[in-house]
């Protein structure tokens, strides 16, 4: 579904991503670890495109189609769906008519969402995330996910700043969601190693310097847990 | 003709005030339930008086609407004409404008003087709003006397060429006026507009904020101007000025003005010509929404936080989302 090939990207001139492979395909669920700064989240504004990340090297795949150069429109019509980890704030649009401007969906349809994600109905008439906690900005980015069907999924550290209830919530959520979508895929930034106890993920990266030093299966959290990342630096080495 | 026009303004619920080519005046539900119309017409002068009284107690809000109706224009082309409002204590009243025009000329002139007189603890909205693309110039005197609150919508969306002039006069204590002002210009509109309030006396406060998007050949100019009077104490006054600029060729001259001639006030002002929100834009570009729509929803953000538009106003946000999607 994924693939991405020898990625270089830049912002304002500094590499950031240096020669990154990526491979995710139909279906599965991937999870990408790492230290802070290793440029995680640039990976996931590059593969949506966001303006002033260069590509200076390398391609992005998506179904087989090349997604670099394309605007973040174009990609998200694709069916690429990104989770922000600060969601930003619009003052003066509320989420119900949000909502009604993201597709044409029944009030009955959003309402049972809500009732889902245990959102109260008067959650919808406050103006979009003003105000909102922590755990409600990132209830509305889980809202907005149902709602436009995407097929591949990134989830910008979802479950930092959550507790454990809503993190239950949202995971059970998305995991219903991929039962039923099954050609869907998931890729997920995280730092917490519990990530696991909610989610099954089929690949686990470590992810330093701006590339993918290590990949393998739910073995890795273990040393990770017992060694930190220095485990991983050092084998790399 | 007659009467559609007539259609038009039957509304049982609202107080119709109506000036039919400049000859014929027809006020619709003259008594209300806790209100009453007296008018006065100077013929010289070309000067109606309208006296609004409290019949009984109640606060209960009156919805006036003073429509100008034209219709097959030919001779004249400036219209001119004086209009006084004067409105009685413990009130609490909508005005809104409304235009209905037919068969009229490009070159018709409006020309119009409003005075608005509000007496004691009254509350009064006003909304400034052309719905053609009309000529105008027109004044507004805004009389306040104590306690008193203004809320002043001026709205420009659709005129020509329009020379405004807005002067409120704080002539008691502990007035309020808030001017919520909305510019959405394109093509060669051509706007000038003065907003001067003068402080006589205490404790008065007085907002101007102003929002304004261009495009095309448009041109503004805007000077807002509070004035503080020697010996007044603990006023406030503040002045926002925010617009967009979408092409090369906008014309714009601000000029926010506060003259203070006391102490012991609180007053700011500032003009911001601002960016869009790249951020925005990129996290609605994510859900699916395109370029030109994602604009579309930061104006009509930016707009509405700016205009604070009361329920009995929605209709505007209508008209301000269709010229919206014009100018992008």
Redesign the interface.
Request: avoid cysteine.
């Given at each position: 579904m994924l693939n991405i090939k020898k990625l270089f990207c830049s912002i304002n001139k500094t590499l950031i991503i240096k020669g990154l492979d990526l491979k995710i395909k139909e279906g599965s669920i991937h999870l990408l670890m790492g230290p802070n700064g290793t440029g995680k989240s640039t990976l996931f504004f590059t593969i949506?495109g966001?303006?002033n990340y260069k590509i200076n090297k390398g391609n992005i795949f998506f179904k087989k189609k090349k997604i670099n150069g394309l605007?973040?429109?174009e990609?998200?019509?694709l069916g690429i769906?990104?989770t922000?980890q600060n969601?930003?704030e619009?003052?003066?649009?509320k989420i119900i008519k949000?909502l009604k401007?993201?597709?044409n969906i029944k009030y009955k349809k959003i309402y049972k969402f809500c009732k889902v994600l245990r959102i109260k109905k008067e959650y919808l008439n406050r103006y979009?995330n003003l105000g909102f906690s922590g755990g409600e900005k990132k209830k509305n980015e889980i809202l907005?996910l149902l709602i436009?069907k995407p097929k591949l999924i990134l989830l910008d550290e979802i479950d930092s700043g959550l507790d454990i209830d809503t993190i239950k919530i949202i995971f059970k959520i998305i995991n219903n969601y991929l039962k039923i979508n099954k050609k869907s895929s998931l890729l997920i930034i995280s730092h917490n190693t519990n990530i696991i106890n909610y989610i099954k993920p089929n690949k686990i990266h470590i992810m330093h310097n701006g590339s993918i030093i290590s990949s393998n299966g739910v073995q890795i959290i273990k040393k990770l847990e017992k060694f930190g990342y220095n485990y991983f630096l050092k084998k790399n080495n | 003709m007659k009467k559609l026009i007539f259609y038009k303004i039957n509304n049982k619920k609202d107080i119709n005030i109506s000036f039919f080519n400049n000859k014929y005046l027809y006020i619709k539900n003259k008594i209300k339930e806790n209100i009453f119309i007296s008018y006065k017409y100077i013929l010289k002068k070309n000067k109606y008086v309208f006296n609004i009284k409290k019949k009984s107690k109640g606060k209960k809000p009156i919805r006036l609407i003073i429509n100008f109706i034209y219709f097959n224009y030919v001779n004249i082309l400036i219209n001119k004409k004086k209009i006084i409002f004067i409105i009685d204590k413990n009130l609490n009243i909508t005005i809104k404008e409304n235009y209905i025009l037919k068969d009229i000329y490009n070159f018709f002139f409006n020309f119009f003087n409003i005075v608005i007189i509000i007496k004691d603890k009254s509350k009064v909205f006003y909304l400034k709003y052309k719905n053609f693309t009309i000529n105008n110039i027109n004044y507004y005197y805004i009389y306040q006397k104590k306690n008193s609150i203004l809320f002043l919508y001026d709205v420009n969306l659709y005129e020509n060429i329009s020379y405004n002039k807005i002067i409120i006069y704080n002539i008691e204590k502990y007035t309020s006026n808030y001017v919520y002002g909305t510019y959405i210009l394109n093509k060669n509109q051509k706007i000038k507009n003065k907003i001067i309030i003068h402080d006589y006396k205490n404790n008065c406060k007085n907002i101007q904020n102003y929002i304004g998007i261009y495009n095309g050949k448009s041109n503004i100019y805007l000077k807002g101007l509070i004035k503080l009077f020697s010996n007044t104490i603990k006023n406030k006054s503040y002045q926002n000025y925010k617009n967009y600029i979408l092409s090369n060729k906008v014309k714009l001259n601000f000029k926010p003005y506060l003259n203070i001639n006391t102490n012991n006030v609180k007053c700011s002002h500032g003009f911001n010509l601002g960016e869009i929100d790249?951020?925005?834009i990129?996290?609605l570009?994510?859900?699916?929404?395109?370029?030109l729509?994602?604009k579309y929803?930061?104006f009509?953000?930016?707009?509405?936080?700016n205009l604070k538009i009361k329920n009995k106003f929605n209709f505007i946000k209508k008209k301000i989302k269709k010229k919206l999607i014009t100018i992008l």
């Open positions: 949506t966001k303006p605007s973040p429109y990609i998200s019509k769906y990104l922000f969601p930003i619009i003052d003066g649009i949000y401007y993201l597709r979009f907005q436009l | 790249n951020n925005i990129y996290y570009q994510t859900r699916k929404i395109n370029l729509k994602a929803l930061f009509l953000s930016t707009i509405f936080i």
